[in-house]
């Protein structure tokens, strides 16, 4: 049984960092892309970053270009994703999840595994 679980959320001051985590069992990133997505309350989930977890190849939303840094780490079969510069508008419940054959960036029902989430809270 396949499971996505992340970690690593919490609350943090405007223009400030935190890594998040995505940890599996029963799959091995090296064969799927991997992306997080992010859904604030009251809005539409949307995707953040994703990375063919073979080649390393990575694309971004628009938005968090610059600030945000996705990640696989093979040998431990994980994925990261490094926010730096958080605003009010990156507060969100972060998903990891995973597809075998996606092809069009973000798109969600090309993305087999889900994870439960994990809450990322900006405030002063």
């Known amino acids: 049984q396949v499971q996505l679980v992340e970690s690593g959320g919490g609350l943090v001051q405007p223009g400030g960092s935190l890594r998040l985590s995505c940890a599996s069992s029963g799959l091995t990133f090296e064969y799927y892309t991997i992306a997080w997505f992010r859904q604030a309350p009251g809005k539409e989930r949307e995707g953040v970053a994703s990375?063919?977890?073979?080649?390393?190849?990575?694309y971004y939303r628009d938005s968090v270009k610059g600030r945000f840094t996705v990640s696989v780490d093979n040998a431990r079969n994980m994925v990261f994703l490094q926010m730096n510069s958080l605003t009010a508008d990156d507060a969100a419940l972060y998903f990891c999840a995973a597809g075998a054959q996606v092809r069009v960036f973000f798109y969600e029902p090309e993305y087999e595994y889900w994870g439960r989430g994990t809450q990322v809270a900006v405030s002063s």
């Open positions: 990375i063919d977890g073979r080649y390393g190849r990575t």
